[in-house]
């Protein structure tokens, strides 16, 4: 399976934009469903988006529809997700999550590849 690693979380202002990579080692990054996923403080870890090992189809959660857009790129082993119009609710912890599914998913059991994760805070 392959392993994850997280980059481009920080600090913004409400309204600003980051972009999260997650960087794939040790298989092909294509043969995966990847996942974004985040934790806010003291709720539980849910679902943003998600994207086909193809890069074909891609699937958001009601609160970053519109506002966020999860890409990638399987030559660089690489996904990506672009953030704009922060909000203070958007602070969370974010993982980068990978699966060997054929079709898209949210659900967390169908991912076995996690990242560590990485910090996004958004101040108002």
């Known amino acids: 399976q392959v392993k994850l690693e997280e980059s481009g979380g920080g600090l913004v202002q409400a309204g600003g934009s980051l972009r999260l990579s997650c960087a794939a080692s040790?298989?092909?990054?294509?043969?995966?469903?990847m996942g974004w996923f985040r934790q806010r403080p003291g709720k539980e870890r849910e679902s943003v988006a998600a994207?086909?090992?193809?890069?074909?189809?891609?699937i958001y959660s009601d609160s970053v529809r519109g506002r966020f857009t999860i890409s990638r790129d399987n030559a660089k082993s690489s996904g990506y997700l672009q953030m704009n119009s922060l909000s203070p609710e958007d602070t969370a912890v974010y993982f980068c999550?990978?699966?060997?599914?054929?079709?898209?998913?949210?659900?967390?059991?169908?991912?076995?590849?996690w990242g560590p994760g990485t910090q996004v805070t958004v101040s108002s």
């Open positions: 999550a990978a699966g060997r599914y054929t079709g898209i998913s949210t659900d967390p059991s169908e991912y076995n590849s």
């Open positions: 040790g298989d092909t990054f294509s043969n995966y469903l």
């Open positions: 994207i086909t090992g193809g890069g074909l189809t891609t």
